[in-house]
């Protein structure tokens, strides 16, 4: 099953992210236009738990992109019983960690996994038809206008409920295996593309 996420606009729809949930309980989120992380974001390897992560938000530097990563197409993903890594669309392995979901799940209903924000949606791509059409879901998202950004978080829950996120343009619980997938959008000025996620420092 996967599900693509496009940015609407009237007519016209912009590919935003896509996310696969595979049969072994794995998922990927991968990003459909080229992100950039910050060089702090180097780790090969290291421990993610419910109190060994930094929290990180949708803060995304506006004038330059001189101090921040490119890479084209990344896609995060998790392998269940616990370990992820970020992969570049030519299969480059740019990080991996250890972290044991159900434990997390355990400690705390809520899960942070991935931040993305988009490039102003006017700059992004026509969404097209998707690369899997017989499995895949398309969930269309209404921006205001095609001049802004859009932050889009995914996260891990117990259950299918949370804390509301204001002005949410989504916000939507999928079930998969023993927990819930949380897809939620929010609107932004336009920003640079950056890719974020919680892990050590």
């Known amino acids: 099953m996967e599900l693509l996420l496009t940015a609407s606009v009237g ?35 290291f421990v993610w738990s419910a109190f060994n992560r930094e929290t990180l938000h949708y803060v995304v530097p506006s004038e330059s992109t001189a101090d921040l990563k490119s890479i084209r197409n990344p896609h995060l993903t998790f392998h269940p019983p616990g370990w992820f890594h970020l992969t570049a669309n030519d299969g480059r392995r740019l990080f991996e960690g250890i972290g044991d979901l159900e ?6 209903q809520l899960v942070p996994w991935i931040r993305f924000v988009s490039k102003p949606v006017a700059k992004l791509s026509a969404a097209g038809i998707p690369r899997k059409p017989g499995r895949t879901s398309v969930v269309k998202i209404a921006v205001p206008n095609d001049a802004c950004s859009v932050g889009v978080g995914v996260d891990f829950v117990r ?34 593309a950056t890719l974020s996620w919680f892990h050590q420092k």
């Not at 016209?12 to 060089?39: E, N």
């Not at 434990?103 to 705390?108: K, S, T, V």
């Not at 409920?161 to 989504?170: M, N, T, Y």
């Open 11 to 45: 007519d016209s729809d912009r590919r935003l992210l896509w996310i696969s949930f595979q049969p072994d309980g794995s998922v990927s989120v991968g990003l459909s236009d080229r992100s950039y992380v910050a060089p702090d974001f180097k780790a090969q390897l």
């Open 103 to 108: 434990i997390m799940l355990d400690q705390g």
């Open 159 to 192: 259950i299918a409920s949370g804390p509301p996120i204001p002005d949410a343009l989504l916000d939507r619980y999928i079930p998969w295996r023993d927990y819930f997938v949380r897809v939620h959008a929010i609107a932004l000025l336009p920003q640079v």
